[in-house]
T-cell receptor
């Protein structure tokens, strides 16, 4: 079974803080993704990475950056957290070179006060 | 990637089959149909996918029409734990984007 782990289930931070969300996979998958999910807006892609040190912007990258120094770990960084970044953050990996099934972590519910 | 249309919500009695429809009339020849579900406060979970043929696994069956413009996800014996939002997605192999729409909220009632 594919396992995707996220560092925290719940996180509370203050405005202006730097926030790190970690995602770790236990298999040798290249593609990793960060989404945020908000009521009424569905899942929106923030960033993705298809290899170590590679990253691509998704649909809503503003206010976020990412880091992929090792294949198994993909970090989402909020350089200066703001209240509008309060959300559920979901990490996903993708398996298969031709059939691209996504497997998600449990999610991190971030509250920025 | 093609767009999908799903009903916003459906009810199903426990133990009965749940049939969730999806329209994808603009699907291209190289696009697969995927189904995921999301139980409250959890990440989405892959259920099944298909290209042309009907597919079945331990969770569900996927019926794709011959013209591929619509599909139905079937949960043969729904349980209360199947209450979730179900997403139908079409996506070409090798692309990087999986677009999740609003999905169908399935309520399984005792």
């Amino acid at each position: 079974d594919v396992k995707v782990t996220q560092s925290s289930r719940y996180l509370v931070k203050r405005t202006g803080e730097k926030v790190f969300l970690e995602c770790v996979q236990d298999m040798d998958h290249e593609n990793m993704f960060w989404y945020r999910q908000d009521p009424g807006l569905g899942l929106r892609l923030i960033y993705f990475s298809y290899d170590v040190k590679m990253k691509e912007k998704g649909d809503i990258p503003e206010g976020y950056s990412v880091s992929r120094e090792k294949k198994e770990r993909f970090s989402l960084i909020l350089e200066s957290a703001s209240t509008n970044q309060t959300s559920m953050y979901l990490c996903a990996i993708e398996s298969g070179p031709t059939v691209d099934t996504q497997y998600f972590g449990p999610g991190t519910r971030l509250t920025v006060l | 990637d093609a767009k999908t249309t799903q009903p916003p919500s459906m009810d199903c009695a426990e133990g009965r089959a749940a049939n969730l429809p999806c329209n994808h009339s603009t699907i291209s020849g190289n696009e697969y149909v995927y189904w995921y579900r999301q139980i409250h406060s959890q990440g989405p979970q892959y259920i099944i996918h298909g290209l042309k043929n009907n597919e079945t696994n331990e969770m569900a069956s996927l019926i794709i029409t011959e013209d591929r413009k619509s599909s139905t996800l079937i949960l043969p014996h729904a349980t209360l734990r199947d209450t979730a939002v179900y997403y139908c997605i079409v996506r070409a192999a090798g692309g990087f984007k999986t677009i999740f729409g609003a999905g169908t909220r399935l309520f399984v009632k005792a």
